[in-house]
């Protein structure tokens, strides 16, 4: 799972956790505090369009968990929203009634705001509950008497209406933090995992090549290593040649190409430009791309004339849909090819005269 998918599902449930509680403190909790005090209010119609407010404001955060949708650009507005609900509540409550029952609005304005800015920076989150509260504080200053019943009910009311909504904002701070370590760590484990996957398979194609080597090369250089093989022999510099060839095969056959075949045979035909040999490779029609094994099948001939001619080679590579043939001619020895590996990979050789002619043609059954 990625960050933000581990980001994603934890947001949800600590946005459903807060609109529950949200809706308990404002619509349950906070309507039976303003029916119970309603006889007290100068103006209840000041207070039910402040609950009409924060309920618009907890009924739209439901839509958008149903849909999986944040409040975007509309975050600001709900927040002025939220705190003019606040200012219009206390500008109408009743001397001497802050931080009572009848002041429903302050325990409840804090989480309205809280289900809108849980997702966002905490600091963010503390401006708005600072703000709200030094709101209360300025009502209770400027419109109401203040004494010590009065300072005693806010200081010990604003330990949970500022304390509990700071503790959700923590939580989901900390949560938030724990889900991205977690998601990090997974999506280390996956690296590591695909590396020593990587590391694994690149062992096993390594063990595979010298399995593959082990046959022609090993031996020509045990006896190089051990002087049985002399290195002016011509029959023992031709077969260097081939074993040369054979292994650009065998590392080209690693790359990434859109045609295979004829970039292994390029790099056979490398070994001979190298050595002088004037060397021509044609190629006409489109074909699928054959399978390792019928590949190396295909290039054994004209990997071993390449490497085997004197001064000149042509090799042409015919396919179509369901064919493709490789032929050399070549100012070279007559060699012994191997039999093919795959069982619809047909050779023929010709020579005459010291030009030897080659032809593989795979033609899939």
């Known amino acids: 799972m990625s960050d933000d998918e581990t980001r994603a599902q934890l947001q949800r449930g600590l ?40 309920t618009a404001v907890l009924a739209t955060e439901a839509v958008l968990v149903v849909r999986r949708r944040s409040w975007r650009t509309g975050r600001r507005i709900v927040i002025a929203v939220v705190l003019a609900a606040s200012a219009l509540s206390y500008l109408t409550l009743p001397d001497g009634m802050t931080s009572t029952t009848v002041d429903w609005l302050f325990g409840a304005a804090n989480w309205a705001g809280a289900v809108v800015l849980l997702d966002r920076p905490f600091r963010i989150f503390l401006g708005f509950l600072v703000t709200h509260e030094l709101l209360a504080l300025a009502n209770l200053l400027v419109f109401h008497e203040v004494n010590r019943a009065a300072l005693v009910r806010f200081t010990t009311g604003s330990v949970t209406v500022f304390g509990l909504p700071l503790l959700m904002a923590v939580v989901a701070a900390v949560l938030g933090g724990i889900a991205t370590e977690a998601a990090r760590s997974a999506r280390e484990l996956e690296l590591a995992r695909t590396a020593d996957a990587a590391a694994s398979a690149a062992h096993r194609r390594r063990t595979q090549r010298f399995a593959e080597l082990s046959g022609t090369t090993v031996p020509l250089l045990t006896g190089l290593a051990d002087g049985s093989l002399e290195p002016s022999d011509p029959a023992v510099q031709r077969s260097c040649a081939i074993e040369a060839s054979r292994m650009r095969r065998l590392f080209a056959e690693t790359d990434t190409v859109d045609n295979p075949l004829l970039h292994e045979l390029r790099h056979c035909a490398e070994i001979a430009d190298r050595k002088g040999v004037e060397v021509e490779l044609d190629a006409r029609g489109q074909w699928p791309t054959p399978p390792v094994a019928v590949r190396r099948d295909l290039t054994d001939a004209a990997l071993t004339a390449l490497a085997t001619a004197g001064s000149w080679a042509r090799v042409t590579v015919v396919g179509s849909a369901d064919a493709v043939s490789v032929s050399v001619v070549a100012d070279c020895a007559e060699h012994t090819v191997p039999s093919p590996a795959t069982p619809d990979v047909r050779i023929e050789i010709f020579g005459s005269g010291g030009t030897m002619w080659m032809e593989a043609q795979w033609q899939p059954s």
């Open 15 to 54: 946005r459903i956790a807060t609109l529950i509680l949200a809706v308990l403190t404002v619509d349950v909790l906070g309507l039976i505090h303003l029916l119970q005090g309603l006889e007290s209010h100068d103006l209840p119609a000041a207070q039910f369009a402040a609950f009409a407010a924060l």
